[in-house]
Nanobody, 124 residues
C-alpha cells in the first residue's frame, strides 16, 4: 500500500503563493497517475489537478485555474508538486495527494488512496 506524505501548506495572505509537495513511498509499478484533491470545511473533496507518470500530461479539474495552479513532478525524486499562485480565500482547504493505477488521470472518482493532507488557509 502506497503512503503519500504531503507538506507545504500554511497560512498566507490573499495573493500569495504556496508550493505543496507529495512524497510517495512504496509506489506500485502499476500506478500511472497522481493527483491533488482538496476539501474545504463542510464541502466534498474535489479534484484539483492530476499528472500522468508516463509522459507527464497534466489535467486541471477546473479550467479557470489555468495559469494559477500547476502540477508537476520531479521524476528523480518521485515527488509531485502543486504550485498555487494568487491564492484566494476560496482556496482555503485541506489538500490531499492521491495516486491510482489504470484509467485516465482525469477520472477523478477513481482515486481512492489518500495521504493525511496539508492545510492551506488564505486570509483576505
Amino acid at each position: 500500500q502506497v503512503q503519500l506524505k504531503e507538506s507545504g501548506g500554511g497560512s498566507v495572505q490573499a495573493g500569495g503563493s504556496l508550493r505543496l509537495s507529495c512524497e510517495p513511498i512504496g509506489l506500485s509499478r502499476t500506478t500511472n497517475c497522481m493527483a491533488w484533491f482538496r476539501q474545504a470545511l463542510g464541502k466534498e473533496r474535489e479534484g484539483v489537478a492530476s499528472i500522468a507518470l508516463i509522459g507527464g500530461s497534466t489535467y486541471l479539474r477546473d479550467s479557470s485555474m489555468k495559469g494559477r495552479v500547476t502540477i508537476s513532478r520531479d521524476k528523480a525524486k518521485g515527488t509531485v508538486y502543486l504550485q498555487i499562485n494568487d491564492l484566494k480565500p476560496d482556496d482555503t482547504a485541506q489538500y490531499y495527494c492521491t495516486a491510482k493505477g489504470g484509467g485516465y488521470c482525469m477520472f477523478w472518482s477513481q482515486y481512492k488512496t489518500w495521504g493525511q493532507g496539508t492545510q492551506v488557509t488564505v486570509a483576505q
